[in-house]
């Protein structure tokens, strides 16, 4: 006779919490009867509808209650940019599309469980959070942030999470230029972020000079703090140059896929662009290192010119883990996979946010959109080969063309140094 009772329950409650309730409910009923008596966890009708009509009045209404700038700080982005995210995840995962019950009621909506994802990547906080405002169990939230996390790579990766094109390289090499630095396409650097829950058989292989298992991203950045490359998974016990050789952010160029870029620095041509590095990396011919102990006018102009510009993906690294708190603390979750689709995720995010809220006016004095006109031209000439895969291999880390580039640039910038 319970049974049948549970069964008419199971049909006429209205969502997915209610419905994990009443189930644990009859299986603690019938393990009471071996094990003795056992506190029964308690039923939360959660009034779903409510919580919809009170974030979309506070938020989405004619006239909401919260002006368009505690939005953006809220939920990290502009109203068109959030409702542009909102229709792409909807219509491309049904999880996330409204849906009645078999008694005909309403659940969970698209907003209530986007919003719910974007204040944890936002604030960093736990499953439950936001339970008393959208009126979502701590269960829904968290498979709500991965299956969001999951599309937002999927969908967006490709447009988002690219490498530059050949006007993306014309456009950097422009910006590069009037910085200082000819044929500069951003800077490298590796961040670390914490793993709180890793499990106690990994903790040996994750953890490295900080003392607490973390996960690296490598990144590049550009002067907007677009980021460009991404690469994230390797243990913490690795160092930037052991990320660099697993990296494929060379791959397209060893492999001749890669636009050429040609530039002439001090009477010297060159063929490739270069990334401005810490002292870690390795003296490659496509990084540009500081001088540690310059030693004379000329090297201790162009040090600080290369410390100040490298500068832009430390700041890419902080603007991202303060945008989204979630990197910014240590990961509660356990599977390097939803960690990845998360780091990936901001990252996306990140960049959107940076496109929609592009204001070059403010800038370094230049129309970033419309260079189409004057961009320089760049060849596309594959090799496939095997031999030329070699030699282009070789050339990436070609020390004496390191030195040679480094060198160069320091007579540039005291050329420009003396000009000013």
């Known amino acids: ?3 049948s009772f549970f069964r008419k329950l199971l049909t006429y409650l209205s969502s997915d919490d209610e419905l994990d309730a009443v189930i644990n409910a009859e299986a603690d009923g019938e393990s009471s009867r071996h094990h003795g008596n056992r506190q029964r966890r308690k039923f939360i009708r959660r009034d779903h509808i409510q919580g919809h009509e009170r974030l979309f009045r506070d938020y989405f209404s ?9 939005f953006r700080r809220r939920f990290r982005m502009s109203h068109p940019l959030f409702l542009r995210i909102l229709n792409e995840v909807e219509a491309y995962e049904p999880y996330f599309v409204q849906r009645r019950d078999n008694a005909g009621r309403l659940g969970l909506s698209s907003m ?19 339970d008393e405002y959208i009126r979502i169990g701590e269960s829904t939230a968290m498979e709500s942030l991965k299956k969001f996390c999951k599309i937002i790579v999927t969908v967006f990766s490709d447009e988002y999470l690219r490498s530059p094109n050949a ?5 950097l090499l422009v910006v590069g230029e009037q910085r200082g630095f000819p044929g500069m396409l951003g800077s490298i650097d590796c961040m670390h972020w914490k793993w709180k829950n890793c499990p106690a058989a990994w903790k040996g292989m994750y953890s490295g000079h900080i003392r607490e298992p973390t996960i690296i991203l490598e990144a590049v950045a550009s002067y907007d703090l677009w980021i460009w490359h991404a690469f994230f998974g ?6 930037d140059i052991n990320v660099l050789e697993r990296s494929f ?10 636009p050429s870029v040609n530039y002439t620095i001090n009477g010297n041509d060159y063929t490739m662009g270069y990334y401005l590095a810490d ?13 540690p102990s310059p030693q004379g006018n000329k090297k201790k102009n162009f040090a600080t010119a290369q410390e100040s510009a490298r500068k832009d993906v430390e700041r890419a690294f902080g603007v991202l883990q303060q945008r989204f708190a979630i990197v910014r603390g240590p990961s509660r979750l356990f599977k390097v996979n939803d960690l990845t689709n998360i780091m990936k995720t901001c990252v996306i995010l990140h960049n959107m946010i940076i496109e929609d809220e592009r204001d070059d006016s403010q800038g370094l004095n230049m129309e970033y959109d419309q260079l189409d006109d004057d961009l320089p031209e760049l060849s596309r000439n594959p090799t496939n080969e095997f031999i030329n895969f070699i030699q282009r291999h070789h050339e990436i ?23 000013q």
């Open 249 to 258: 952010i060379f791959t397209e160029l060893a492999q001749g896929r890669a």
């Open 397 to 419: 880390r070609d020390s004496s063309a390191h030195h040679q580039l480094q060198a160069d640039l320091i007579e540039h910038h005291w050329q420009l140094y003396s000009q």
């Open 234 to 239: 390797m243990s913490g016990s690795h160092n």
């Open 279 to 291: 002292g870690i990396y390795p003296k490659w011919s496509t990084f540009v290192k500081t001088i």
């Open 1 to 3: 006779m319970a049974r």
């Open 62 to 70: 004619k006239n909401p209650v919260y002006p368009s700038n505690l």
């Open 112 to 130: 209530q469980k986007i919003t719910a994802a974007l204040r944890m990547l936002a604030y960093g906080v736990t499953g439950d959070f936001m």
């Open 167 to 171: 006007n993306d390289i014309a456009r």
